[in-house]
């Protein structure tokens, strides 16, 4: 007998996120994800300077706020033909990695981890056990047996105190939560050391981008972070150099610590494997730009479809026409007025909401299309496609990765377990420990090129009469990014923002094809409905921000609703 679910809101994700699903046999056979906000941020920026549009749009989220202010300006640089100064490149690349990594280890630890991680079992474990456990997969300094009995005892304190904090209203003790006690323990203490590491990452940010978050530095352009090696009020030596120290810190951790976990956690969940794959064309673009004109960069992009390989096609430079060209969004069951399929340049942002209507309209997010296909965006996406266009970090993690795993569960794993829930979890892992080698190679190149006396940070842009149209992309931590504007005498005629989340939590498009979250839904177990676990397990997967692909504005400032934190 079919049964419906609906997880309404989506908790421990950024934004108001709706998911409905119809059960059968314990198995999940159709899902619809539906965003409950709307985005105005296009309609705010109609007719201003293209120059500042970056400082509204990193305001869409307080999660992903330097990726949609790097979007922005590139957008606004490529509508112009401009060329950024080398130094502007480090900088921006050192920023973007550096967020990036903040970002996955929060989405894990934070965000995540406690879908498969039993923290109420931590109190049955040995810390001895747990060491050795711990110890066996990595020589981390915290896997000590007097630290696991430290996390043990501030486990058992805040359940006596019945003030649980992060770990209240969670499903401990669900059937489908498989750790033994000392894993839980393990993972525990983890999520406890990296609420320190990704503070040292936001430190780095800030020094560089003048604040965090909503950084301060960038400018169409370049960057307004000032070189002077002599000078204590700009980026010099010293600030370099602890820039350096905590990128170092950073990297430590993800790579003893983050990437194992998962690894680990991957291995003891093999079930798992086969969950989860959803819509298997992926996309990502290029990043990290190596030249002044964004056409070499340190990370490839393209497009996977059909979950081969060998389809791999890449994206060549910042101005790449089969990335402008195939890219339409598609509002069929979107709360917008009409049912059109357009171009990002082309389009309107007029609401008209309807109620939730499961064949007809059902969510406030557009549904992204690429030559007319869904496409999975994350870092899944990047990873597969490094490893399909033969990048060498890429290649390296994986291979590693894959391994480490095979060890564990006793049997080869090969690249196809990356379709699936797990499998995003990994590739996140695998960005990671890509980008904290990556930091501080531009951190070097950075001061190499500082060190041959190059000071320059910006190139002013000027405006011509008429109109010009551009856009710009970003591998953001949630996946591929794109900013896209019409400039018409100086000032902005269209904007519009697609976004990571808009590709993987959209809805149905005009042929019925499902977005990845509700595709990747389908022939998910369900043990108990009531306790849809899974649920969250494979939708946290994606790391849902639903800020960024959906926004609510009123110019008049009323207020719509008031929210009691308890």
Not at 77 to 96: D, F, H, V
Not at 111 to 124: E, F, G, R
Not at 327 to 346: R, V
Not at 505 to 517: L, Q, W
Request: one cysteine or more; aromatic letters at 10%; hydrophobic letters at 40%.
């Amino acid at each position: 007998m079919a049964q419906k679910i609906t997880v309404d809101p989506i908790t421990r994700i950024e934004g108001h996120l709706r998911i409905d699903a119809q059960i059968e046999g314990n198995k999940i056979v159709k899902a619809w994800s539906s965003g409950q906000m709307w985005r105005g941020i296009e309609v705010i920026l109609k007719g201003r300077d293209p120059r500042d549009a970056w400082l509204f749009t990193q305001r869409i989220c307080g999660v992903c706020t330097t990726v949609h202010a790097i979007a922005s300006v590139r957008a606004v640089e490529n509508a112009l033909n401009m060329e950024i100064p080398l130094n502007a490149q480090y900088i921006r690349n050192l920023i973007l990695a550096l967020h990036a990594l903040h970002d996955h280890i929060v989405h894990f630890y934070v965000l995540s981890a406690l879908d498969w991680v039993d923290v109420v079992s931590a109190l049955k474990a040995d810390p001895k056990k747990t060491a050795q456990l711990a110890q066996s997969l990595s020589d981390w300094p915290g896997n000590s047996v007097t630290r696991f009995k430290a996390v043990k005892e501030k486990i058992q304190a805040l359940v006596d105190s019945g003030q649980l904090g992060p770990f209240a209203n969670a499903y401990w003790g669900h059937p489908a939560m498989k750790l033994p006690p000392e894993a839980n323990l393990m993972a525990v203490s983890h999520y406890l050391e990296a609420l320190d590491y990704q503070r040292k990452a936001d430190s780095a940010i800030a020094i560089l981008g003048g604040k965090n978050p909503h950084i301060q530095n960038l400018s169409v352009g370049g960057v307004t972070t000032a070189i002077n090696p002599e000078n204590e009020a700009t980026l010099n030596m010293e600030r370099l150099y602890w820039i350096k120290k905590l990128a170092s810190e950073v990297r430590d951790f993800v790579h003893n610590v983050y990437l194992v976990d998962v690894i680990a956690i991957g291995a003891l969940y093999k079930d798992w494997l086969q969950y989860g794959s959803g819509v298997i064309n992926y996309l990502a673009v290029p990043d990290m730009p190596l030249d002044t004109k964004g056409t070499q960069f340190d990370i490839p992009g393209g497009t996977i479809f059909g979950g081969n390989l060998s389809s791999a096609k890449p994206f060549k430079n910042f101005d790449d026409p089969y990335f402008r060209d195939n890219i339409k969004e598609c509002i069929a069951h979107s709360w917008y007025d009409g049912s059109w399929t357009k171009s990002p340049f082309e389009e309107e942002t007029v609401p008209k909401y309807t109620d939730f209507q499961p064949e007809g309209k059902y969510s406030w997010i557009k549904a992204p299309r690429f030559k007319g296909e869904p496409m999975q965006v994350g870092p899944l996406a990047q990873v597969l496609l490094g490893y399909a266009l033969g990048h060498n970090l890429t290649k390296k993690y994986v291979d590693y990765a894959l391994s480490r795993i095979s060890s564990i569960v006793g049997s080869k794993v090969g690249v196809e377990v990356l379709h699936s829930t797990p499998g995003r979890h990994l590739g996140r892992a695998i960005r990671a420990a890509i980008l904290s080698d990556l930091a501080l190679k531009h951190w070097e190149l950075l001061v190499d090129n500082i060190g041959r006396g190059d000071l320059e940070i910006f190139n002013p842009p000027t405006f011509p009469s008429g109109e010009q149209m551009g856009f710009g992309f970003h591998e953001a931590p949630r996946g591929t990014l794109s900013h896209w504007i019409v400039i018409k005498d100086g000032k902005i005629k269209n904007y519009q923002c697609v976004v990571p989340s808009t590709w993987n939590a959209g809805p149905r498009d005009d042929k019925g094809k499902p977005g990845p979250y509700e595709a990747s839904l389908i022939g998910n177990p369900i043990a108990v409905p009531e306790k849809p676990l899974e649920v969250l397990r494979t939708v946290h997967s994606f790391d849902p921000c639903i800020a960024c692909a959906v926004h609510i504005l009123d110019p008049k400032g009323t207020q719509f609703s008031r929210v009691k934190v308890l």
